[in-house]
Antibody, heavy 121, light 113 residues
Framework: EVNLVESGGGLVKPGGSLRLSCADSGFTFSDIWITWVRQAPGKGLEWVGR??????????DYAAPVQGRFTISRDDSKNTAYLQMNSLMIEDTAVYYCTDPFRDGSAYARWGQGTLVTVSS | DIVMTQSPLTLPVTLGQPASISCRSSQSLVHSNGNTYLSWFQQRPGQSPRRLIYKVSNRDSGVPDRFSGSGSGTDFTLKISRVEAEDVGVYYCMQGTHWRAYTFGQGTKLEIK
């Protein structure tokens, strides 16, 4: 069972913006810490950033390559997290996934299909 | 940032034989709360990743018991007791103890000899 589903990807020009969504069909969204991971074509997995739950202050942290350009937020009333991507660069081209990789139990063990972001002129 | 180093990067295995993947971190992964946030993921060809193991040795629901995780501190291992054809893919370790920057290993590609 997949609980987190990504959407919002597409083709964007360098310097452009895009907002990805991560929707949860489960019942514990407000408790989970959402992590965004990306995978460039033919490459390995790369951590993008993470937002903690409201209980832990909704603090977000980011990988160095996206710091200052990407922003993670969440709306627990909609069971949805977001990845706002600004000043996109060609090297941001990847499939983007959302997950909670360290949560106890297997509710979020299976990942969604991801959403493809292509940055090209 | 914590560096996660996996070895080998390619692992040819005969069907029915065991396999072992090492993951080493540049710093201890023991959190101040006593937990060790080290997970293993499998990515089969053409598929999304899925988690196999969390907190070093806890197997996820639906994961065959031929998969096991072990280790402590900076050294961790994923073992497959008897490799099956469906195990072909890339395996990643990931740390979440140092929460300002999670990190993945480079990935280990398991293939059948």
């Amino acid at each position: 069972e997949v609980n987190l589903v990504e959407s919002g990807g597409g083709l964007v020009k360098p310097g452009g913006s895009l907002r990805l969504s991560c929707a949860d069909s489960g019942f514990t969204f407000s408790d989970i810490w959402i992590t965004w991971v990306r995978q460039a074509p033919g490459k390995g997995l790369e951590w993008v950033g993470r937002i903690k739950s409201k209980y832990y202050g909704e603090t977000a942290d980011y990988a160095a390559p996206v710091q200052g350009r990407f922003t993670i937020s969440r709306d627990d009333s909609k069971n949805t997290a977001y990845l706002q991507m600004n000043s996109l660069m060609i090297e941001d081209t990847a499939v983007y996934y959302c997950t909670d990789p360290f949560r106890d139990g297997s509710a979020y063990a299976r990942w969604g299909q991801g959403t493809l972001v292509t940055v090209s002129s | 940032d914590i560096v996660m180093t996996q070895s080998p990067l390619t692992l040819p295995v005969t069907l029915g034989q065991p396999a072992s993947i090492s993951c080493r971190s540049s710093q201890s992964l023991v959190h101040s709360n006593g937990n060790t946030y080290l997970s293993w993921f499998q990515q089969r060809p053409g598929q999304s990743p899925r988690r196999l193991i969390y907190k070093v040795s806890n197997r996820d629901s639906g994961v065959p018991d031929r998969f096991s995780g072990s280790g402590s501190g900076t050294d961790f291992t994923l073992k497959i007791s008897r490799v099956e054809a469906e195990d072909v893919g890339v395996y990643y370790c990931m740390q979440g103890t140092h929460w300002r920057a999670y990190t993945f290993g480079q990935g280990t590609k398991l293939e059948i000899k």
